[in-house]
Every structure is written in C-alpha cells, then in structure tokens.
C-alpha cells in the first residue's frame, strides 16, 4: 500500500515524497490509518522497519495547533531524541507554521527555554529532560493532544519509567497515546494498560535484513596486545580474503610489516601511496593473489571486491558510518561474512555500544580463542580439505604404491601426512599472554615503580596515565599504585610481578596523544632525581595522588 492512498493532505504527501517513500512499510500500513482515526496503537515491529513515520506523520497530519504545544513524543537517548526530530521536521516541512523541538540532557536548557518560548508545537525529548522542562514550566501540558512512547523497550532498560509516568499522569487524560517497541516485555504492557485506552495491538513479524548476514563480533584486548590478537584471529579463523581497517596510514604501514614479518599475506594501501601503486595492490587484492588487504577508511572507500569473507576493525571508527561502511564490504551479494573489531578499555567499550545502537545490529562480546580450540578448527580444516579434495593425480598413486612395497601402508602414510600439515598448523599459533586479573586482597605485594617521560609540562593529570596504562594492559585500575607527576616525568608503583607484562604491554603507548616510553624507575628515595624531586615539590605545587581509582575521582584529589 502506497502512502498516496491514504487520505493525508497534500502538504505531507509532499513532503514523504520528497523523502523517497512512496510504499508503506508493513508497520505504517497497520499503525497510521488507525492512529489517523484517534485510535491508542501498541507498535510493535523490529528495529529500522520505519516506526519514526508510523507516529510521525500522523501527528504532523492532525496535531497542527500552531499556537500551543500539542505533540509530546519520549525517547530514549539524546541520539534517538535528535534523530525523531530530524525526522519530524521533514514531515512538517510544508505544514505552515509547526514547530518541532528537540529537548534532552547534556545541552544547553537556555538554548532549549529560548526554542519553546518561541513556541512550539511538537517536542521530541527524553524524559529527564522533559520532566525538568515541565517542572520549571517551560514545557506546558494542558494542550497536549498526542503522547508518543517511541522505543518504549529502551527507555524502561535506561531507567526512565518514573519519569514516564510522572509524565504521563500529568498530561490531560482526554488524549491519544501510542507506544512503540522492538520488543514486548511484561512491563511496557503494564504501562500500556495504564496510561493507554483500549490501545490495538500492532505486531509485525519481519524477515530478516540483510545486515543480518554479517555476524558481528568484538573482542575486548589490552591495547598493547591487539597485533596479537589479530595474528590469533587470522590464524585461528583463516579467512581465504579479509580486509583490515586501521585508522592512520601510520598504523597501516606498521600493521602491514608485522603481519608480512609474522608470515601472513598482506599487502597495505593508502593515500600516501602513488595511484599505480595502490591500483596494483588492489588488483592483487582483488584477484586473490594476496589473502589480507590493511587499509585505512579512505582508501577503502568505493571498492568493490567480491568474496571478502572478514572484516577486522583493528582501529575501531571513528564514525558510525564508517563502521557500516568497513563491514559491509563483507556479506555481499548472498554470501554470509563475519565482522570482528578489536576494542581496548571502557571508552571504547562504550563507543562500540553507541555503534550497536546506531546500526541496530547485534556485536557480540566473544573471548579470543584458546590454543586447544584453535588446534581443535585446524583439525575439522584438514578432515574437509581432506573431503573435498579433487584434483588427484596418477603419480600420486604410483607413489604410494612404491611406500606400500617397503613397508609403509596406506594408513601409515595418511598418517604421516596429516602429522605433517597439523605440526606446521600449530606451530604457527601464535603465542598470546593474557592479561592475569590480580588476586585481590593482596596488600602486602611486592611492588616496582615505573617511570614514564611524560609530566606536568604536557599538563598530565593521574587519569590520563591511569587510563593509558589500563587501556594497554587491559588490567584493572586498582592493580596500580602511587602515580607521582613531576615536570617532565612520571612514576607509576606497579606489582612486581607483572613489571615484564606491563613493561612489554606499554611500549609503545600513547598518552593524551603523546607518545611515551614506560622505563623501569631506577631512582631510590636517596637519589639525586629524588631530591630533584623534593626541590620541584617545594617551589611548585605538587601534586600527589594516592591509591588512584577511577571511578572513584574525588577521593583522590589530594592536593599538597
Ligand atoms: O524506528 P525504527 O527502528 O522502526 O525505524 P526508523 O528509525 O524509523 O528507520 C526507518 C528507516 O526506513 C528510515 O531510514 C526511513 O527513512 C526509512 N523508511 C521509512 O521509514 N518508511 C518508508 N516507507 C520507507 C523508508
Ligand atoms: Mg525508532
């Protein structure tokens, strides 16, 4: 069904024509001609079947009170909030005089204050930031004709059910509700029997998508471990063709040389190199003449290759694009692929969140594979090339005829052979050090200091070592000691028992985007640096941190 043939005014078929819509999804066809009726809908359809329009479109087609606010629709996060909105204002394009305003937390509320005032028909917000609107009573609700719960699911996970119903309870009960949702938990229908009346139930079963051909998966590593990763993964998974995204030329380059070095086929493009060059190098890519492509995005981009079968993200993107752009050079044309990304730390951890939620995909968290597991895959590789295997040839049977003749039968030399091929597989296992979680409680370890040459000069505070020194090692932040800045350098009290770990892991590391070197700290409290030290702390103000945790910011501001 077209959205031609509903009965909607000429200013918003405009508009969703302009948009490129001209079929109905599923959910819309459904969902609009009731919500068009005044009727309360429960939507309930998977992520990216078009849910924004299916209450969009209607409350821009009937609520068009341009002189008070008459549409509240709650979302979840900040982006999605901004996302409806974006959305929203499309609709209301050619609708003459409504008005359509975003509210959420984490901006400014005297620039949000100033957009209601100059009077707002329609807001898109999240329900914090609502409510604070509501109590200072720069939002008002007595005209509110529409309330829209869009990704109910997500909101109720984030926390945000007081606040919605805080909400709810307070605009006029002689309204529309309608609610939206990927999913149908217990506790979005006690909502709906609530705050909804006589509400239809909407639910759309859908296939599945085409991103669904690529599964997605991370794995969380210390930063100073991440080539070793990737060589595990490459060994472990022997993609007949991958490509690996990093995020500098640099990086490329540097990748590159590791993995030749390591033994793995790879060839690196990026803009740096001259056009014949990166051309030959694509070619060989692409005719299969080399099994793994480093690149960085912009090289990447607008390359077709047909039967890549991974993706790496080695660099994590640092765009949301860019992420579906990298994996989707995999998957194509039918043929199912794999997406593995690589994260160090928690930042990262909640950067790829965001990513998961932007591309309304699954990334799973899997633990890199073990030795006995890898050794297990090889194995299954040698039983199927083994079984389809096809281009025998007459010699070869000559020659086992001649090994029959002394004394080595048939199995004995299937034996022989498969012992071959499986030493030389695991030989080539890379080695991989996992990073040991500490035993806790341990008061009394021995520890070491380190020394990094990074200070105050380069305006460091704790965390920003902390921080590089946890994303690198991939232990926790309470496995450190005392950090001590100076001006131009910094110790650090580590375990003793980990200093080869830490000292292997850090080099190389960057803090604040300065690269460092983590040296073992030679000086002792008698030392010359030491009472360099002393004489530093007394002319300027030095700062001593203690017992540094992260998530426990204040307790470690102790300044002297
Ligand atoms: O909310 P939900 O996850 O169901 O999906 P959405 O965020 O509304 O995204 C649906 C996407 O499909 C958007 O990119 C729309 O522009 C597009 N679309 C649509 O919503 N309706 C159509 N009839 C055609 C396309
Ligand atoms: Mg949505």
Redesign the pocket.
Known sequence: MQFRELNLSQEILESVEE?G?T???EI?QKSIPLILIGKDVIGH?K???????AFGIPAVERFTDTKNLTVLVLCPTRELAM?AHEEIRKFARYKRGVKAVAVYGGASMEKQIYELKRGANIVIGTPGRILDHIRRRTIKLDKIGYVVLDEADEMLNMGFREDIEAILSEVPEKRQTVLFSATMPPAILAITEKYQRNPVHVEIKTSQKTVEAIEQIYYNVAMGRKTDALKLLLTAYTPASAMIFCNTKKMVDDLTEELVKSGFKAVGIHGDMKQSQRTQVMNSFKNKAVEILVTTDVSARGIDVNGVDAVFNYDLPQDNEYYIHRIGRTGRAGHTGTAYTLISGRRQFYELREIERYT?AEIIEKALPEKQEIISMKKDNIISEIVSYDSKISEANEILERLAESGIDYRETALRLISEKLKSDIENIPEFERPRPLRKGKKDRQTVKVDINIGRNKHIAPNFILGALVDATGMSGRDFGKIDIFDTHTTVEIPESEQDYILDTTNPMKINGNKVEVKLYRGTDKSKTDRKKREYGNRKRREMYTDYIPDRKKRMKKRH
């Open positions: 948009l819509f079929e109905m999804t819309q359809s992520t990216g079947t078009g849910k924004t329009a996302q309304k």
